[in-house]
């Protein structure tokens, strides 16, 4: 008798842990920001005018005028804050809608990312905010920027009007997933490569239509759980015979979730040592059949435990 309940035991325990440990399972959601003037972060900055903000201009310039000396750069910055700061980035776009251009030359657009805290009311093209200068005038490089481009786009010398779509590279998602998890976010900057007679014209947030305004869209997912069971069952049979040994049976599972790099995938380690990998993808027939396992390998280690002590008792 003492037997069978021991063995019952160990088959309970490790089908409730069978039954307990579920896949972790994700939510995908979608951030769209597509801001007005009251809520956007944007503007202008102008070589040939250093000094002045164009924080309320309906324009975003980017590139030099054909028939001018005036390099333009822009400032963009969306709040990131509604996303969860556990999401995983999986991908992105800002697009933008381009109104006119003055160029001779195709080039290509960019987006880098600001090191600077700019402020949309005060940013000229001398400096980031007031009293603060940009380490080179412009904002790019050095201390200002990265150099290494989040997004780009090529444009032609007769580039029609309407949206233009610039697709975040793995640096741009890394530097979008940074921000979310927690890293300053102080938006991009946008510039041509060449600056040189290739000055195209977008819609800002401050634009009174509001599907021509600035918008980014991340998709992203979220853990949904995080499971951590433990389970612990001490059976215990005492007879009053002091020449029958007492048997204590005391298995304890405890599952602890690794830290791991790979979304979604969790890993379980067992008091005993034994490693279990739980993905997505698993299905729960799958994971019962792994606790059935379990069962019995407890079960065999129970009984040549009896079997041992009835043998010396």
């Known amino acids: ?32 920001s597509q801001p007005d003037g009251t809520a956007g972060l944007d ?30 750069r822009s400032l963009l ?20 809608w381009q109104s006119a251009e003055d160029s001779n030359d195709a080039e290509t657009l960019r987006v880098y990312r600001s090191l600077r805290a700019w402020v949309e009311s005060q940013a000229t093209w001398n400096v980031f905010s007031t009293g603060n200068n940009w380490g080179s005038a412009g904002g790019y490089g050095g201390s ?22 610039f697709v975040f590279e793995a640096s741009g998602l890394a530097a979008l ?7 300053a976010n102080n938006g991009f900057l946008l510039k041509a490569d060449n ?21 980014l869209v991340i998709d992203y997912t979220v853990p949904t759980d995080t499971p951590t ?12 015979a ?25 890993t379980y380690l067992l008091s005993s040592g034994q490693t279990f990998i739980i993905e997505p993808e698993i299905r729960f027939g799958e994971i019962v059949q792994g606790g059935m396992l379990v069962a019995l390998l407890l079960v065999f280690l129970v009984y040549v435990i009896y079997r041992v002590i009835e043998k010396w008792a």
């Open 77 to 96: 910055k969306f709040d990131l804050s509604s996303i969860p700061n556990n999401a995983i980035i999986n991908s992105a776009t800002l697009s933008l």
């Open 195 to 215: 600056e040189l007679n290739d000055l195209y014209h977008f819609r800002s947030s401050d634009w009174t239509t509001a599907a021509e305004r600035p918008k």
């Open 177 to 183: 997933q940074s921000f979310v998890n927690g890293s």
């Open 43 to 72: 503007t202008l900055m102008q070589s040939d005018n250093p000094t002045t903000n164009y924080g309320t201009n309906t324009i975003l310039n980017i590139g030099e005028h054909n028939a001018a000396t005036s390099t333009n």
């Open 1 to 32: 008798m003492k037997l069978l309940r021991v063995i019952a035991a160990a088959v309970i325990l490790a089908a409730s842990l069978s039954l307990a440990v579920t896949p972790q399972q994700v939510r995908a959601d979608t951030y769209t």
């Open 242 to 266: 002091s020449n029958t040994p007492t048997d204590t049976a005391t298995p304890t599972a405890t599952f602890t979730p690794s830290n791991t790099p790979t979304p979604g995938v969790y």
């Open 229 to 240: 069971p433990t389970a612990t069952d001490t059976p215990t049979d005492t007879p009053t």
């Open 144 to 165: 200002d920027s990265d150099t290494a481009q989040l997004a780009s786009r090529e444009f032609s010398a007769t580039e029609a009007n309407g949206e233009k779509q």
